[in-house]
């Protein structure tokens, strides 16, 4: 069965810092990794995925995602934090051999980044 | 371009009444998706069709929920007999065919049951 796990509730952050936001995964075949942020009273947004290839991916805003196997990973990062980043994030995984369509999110992690 | 849509947007009913939520997907759109995302929760799954066929409803909490998408484009989610634990949201994702595709989600219908 396909699992996900966003260890942090939270994650505070200084303007201009480097963030992160972690996720691990489970699944039995390859997987399939999104992750996508929700601001407040708007539906989700797709910030990146990672389906094959390079482990470092590029997504939208400045964010970008690294795909670890052995760790069973795939953390959200991002250089240089904005403001405007504050919002709650999710990492979602598609098990591409056996899972079908269903895809799992993990609980969110709220991004607070402080002037 | 059009997004997807979602109505009604929020929707209080009296626990027991029936209630429908309208999902309008991206056009061209074959795959659609329904979750429900209770407060302070990820989305789960609930049900998703291709086309005009629902492939896995193994989401669905109970026989009181159903979904139907009878001409391959929009879609309805149906709770029949409502309960307080159904209070949500409930969102609408779409996507194209393949299993790598990205799903674009709708604003959401928040429903309060009372």
């Known amino acids: 069965a396909q699992s996900v796990a966003q260890p942090e509730d939270q994650v505070n952050v200084a303007e201009g810092n480097p963030l992160t936001v972690k996720c691990t995964y489970s699944v039995s075949g390859n997987p399939y990794l999104f992750w996508y942020v929700q601001y407040p009273n708007r539906g989700l947004q797709f910030l990146l995925k990672?389906?094959?290839?390079?482990?470092l991916v590029k997504g939208s805003y400045g964010f970008e995602a690294e795909f670890n196997k052995s760790q069973t990973s795939f953390h959200l990062k991002k250089p240089s934090a904005l403001v405007s980043d504050s919002a709650l994030y999710f990492c979602?995984?598609?098990?591409?051999?056996?899972?079908?369509?269903?895809?799992?999110f993990g609980a969110g992690t709220r991004l607070f980044v402080k002037a | 371009g059009a997004g997807v849509s979602q109505s009604p947007r929020y929707k209080v009913a009296k626990r027991g009444q029936d209630v429908a939520l309208r999902c309008d997907p991206i056009s061209g759109h074959v795959s659609l998706f329904w979750y429900q995302q209770a407060l302070g929760q990820g989305p789960e799954f609930l049900t998703y069709f291709q086309n005009e066929a629902q492939l896995d409803k193994s989401g669905l909490p109970s026989d009181r929920f159903f979904a139907e998408r009878p001409e391959g484009s929009v879609s309805t989610l149906k709770i029949q007999r409502t309960q307080q634990e159904d209070s949500a949201v409930y969102l609408c994702?779409?996507?194209?065919?393949?299993?790598?595709?990205?799903?674009?989600f709708g604003p959401g219908t928040r429903l309060l049951v009372l």
């Open positions: 994702a779409s996507s194209g065919p393949g299993l790598q595709e990205t799903q674009y």
């Open positions: 990672y389906i094959t290839g390079d482990n």
């Open positions: 979602a995984v598609r098990d591409g051999n056996t899972g079908g369509f269903k895809t799992i």
